[in-house]
């Protein structure tokens, strides 16, 4: 009897954007959840110069003593060949012929922000012919971009809170009138409280809540560091609730995962990226201590975000839970974090779906979706 292949599984992770440490610790709670029976692993790891490197096996992705991980760049130089039919990787040595390292069957695409999350990975897998995990271009690039997020949201009827776009143009010419719009609309002239966010980052990279009006042109800048597009938010009293939605199986409508609650604790006012990956000043109640019916419309809504923004395979969809019971869209994450502190597995893992078998099912899922035009 001949021997079964193994499918061959290339995990992305690192890049070039500001969450690539995050990226990294992601992809080592991934690796070793899967089956290595029923997959052979390609870790690849994108330096923050973007090059692409085979990563070492033993190579540490984990948060360790408060020390973030990160590809090096160090091992053998690859290159994703544009040819469909070829579905390989190329190792490129100075001075050698470049060597194949056979096709690849499927992409785990375990990048978050710019440069990954965006839709710029994708893209260049749907040239080569590559199945992967997650969304396609159109869906990564928009779910990515908070502005146009709320924009597709609000042309389908969905909920989200009063926001201001700083273009980096506008920023550069029109500061002062920017600025008086978000003093005005969003309130903060009258002393409600602002979030000043990177339009286009996440693991809250480069947010600053702002009290006043003096600290507004500061908490811009701070996010200019990390995107030169800016949305400053209302505040919105509430809760802060997530939902992880998987793509349905068997063309089925998309699964929502019972919601968590995140629990701050200490002095922190909002959930940064110290209390996220790195003081634990975190924790999750799955699910939240609310009524059945406010926990399946949350759920119905968080599928409904996901197929407004016409997603594939998984995503987190983020929300405010007001004193009035109303639910508030805050943003989607298409491709959310694995770390040991991360929502998204905690919550399908509450909903009956451990780590090993989340990834399994998204593998599949990839396994089954077409290379061309869906």
Same mark, same amino acid.
Do not use: C, N
């Given at each position: 009897m001949s021997q079964v292949s193994k499918i061959r599984?290339?995990?992305?992770?690192?890049?070039?954007?500001?969450e690539h440490a995050i990226s990294c610790v992601t992809a080592g709670a991934v690796m070793a959840a899967i089956d290595r029976d029923r997959y052979e692993v390609l870790p690849i790891g994108i330096a923050r110069d973007g090059?692409?490197? *085979? /990563?070492?096996? $033993?190579? =540490? *992705? /984990?948060?360790? $003593?408060? =020390? *973030?991980?990160?590809v090096s760049?160090?091992?053998?130089?690859?290159?994703?060949?544009?040819?469909?039919?070829?579905?390989g990787l190329m190792v490129v040595e100075p001075g050698k012929v470049p060597a194949t390292l056979g096709e690849v069957d499927v992409v785990l695409p375990l990048l978050h922000g710019p440069y990954g999350e965006d839709g710029t990975i994708q893209g260049m897998l749907d040239l080569a012919g590559v199945r992967y995990v997650g969304a396609g271009v159109l869906a990564s690039a928009v779910g990515m971009d908070k502005g146009f997020m709320k924009l597709v949201w609000q042309a389908r009827g969905l909920p989200v809170g009063p926001y201001v776009l700083i273009g980096d143009r506008e920023w550069r010419r029109e500061r002062k009138r920017k600025l008086d719009e978000v003093k005005e609309q969003l309130g903060l002239a009258a002393g409600r409280a602002v979030f000043v966010k990177p339009a286009r980052a996440g693991s809250s990279m480069g947010i600053t809540r702002v009290a006043d009006e003096a600290g507004l042109e500061a908490a811009v800048e701070t996010a200019r560091e990390h995107d030169p597009k800016v949305i400053v938010e209302a505040a919105i009293e509430g809760r802060e609730i997530e939902c992880g939605v998987l793509q349905?199986?068997?063309?089925?409508?998309?699964?929502?995962s019972l919601p968590a609650e995140v629990l701050m604790a200490g002095d922190h006012d909002f959930y940064?990226?110290?209390?996220?990956?790195?003081?634990?000043?975190?924790?999750?109640?799955?699910?939240?201590d609310l009524p059945a019916e406010a926990i399946d419309e949350v759920r119905t809504i968080a599928a409904q975000a996901f197929e407004a923004l016409d997603c594939e395979g998984l995503a987190r969809v983020d929300f405010f839970h007001t004193p009035d019971g109303r639910w508030i869209l805050n943003e989607i994450n298409?491709?959310?974090?694995?770390?040991?502190?991360?929502?998204f597995p905690q919550m399908w893992a509450a909903t009956g779906l451990d780590y090993p078998s989340l990834v399994d099912r998204l593998i599949q899922t990839a396994l089954r979706r077409s290379t061309g035009l869906r």
């Open positions: 599984v290339a995990v992305v992770f690192g890049g070039r954007s500001s090059r692409w490197v *085979l /990563a070492p096996e $033993d190579q =540490r *992705l /984990a948060i360790q $003593d408060g =020390r *973030l991980p990160e760049g160090e091992g053998s130089a690859l290159a994703l060949p544009f040819d469909p039919d070829s579905r349905g199986v068997d063309d089925g409508p998309p699964e929502a940064d990226f110290e209390t996220k990956y790195l003081d634990g000043g975190t924790r999750m109640a799955i699910p939240p298409t491709m959310p974090g694995f770390t040991p502190a991360s929502a």
